[in-house]
């Protein structure tokens, strides 16, 4: 693709200009407060259904995972997120997004190459850091203990 330099600059322009955080901010915590009003009314939801307090908050993250993925797979959640912003990424529907995102992403190249090499592209680092820092919290209470 060739740009002229005008053409460069006023990409440079559109693509450099400020955010407005006195919209992005409020857009954001509504968004945000709404997929947790949503999960808190599943909680609700669930326990009403006879689940108690700890299954029903496991099944409404599920079901917000769930929700997300879907979301996503059909291209709603990047729209979405567009106006929401960071609303969409602190809640645990962020994490279920970025899981699915590179999965839709790279669909064309296979099933093997494509979703199964690229689904964990995201989250795989917060999977092992994770994992590795637990590993770690729990030598530094098993040494606690001993001495």
Known sequence: MQLSKSQYNEMYKEA???SKAYINVPKAFIIGG????????????????????KLSAAAASVTLVFISALLTGLGLYSKL????????????????????APAVEFKAEGFVL?????IFIISGPVILYGTLASVVYGLIYWLSTIV
């Open 16 to 18: 450099s200009e400020g």
């Open 34 to 53: 709404l997929i947790c009003m949503l999960g808190e009314y599943l909680i609700t939801l669930y326990q009403s259904l006879g689940l108690d307090e």
């Open 81 to 100: 997120a567009k106006h929401a912003g960071a609303g969409t990424l602190v809640p645990i529907t962020g994490f279920a997004n970025s899981v699915v």
């Open 114 to 118: 494509g979703l199964g090499a690229k």
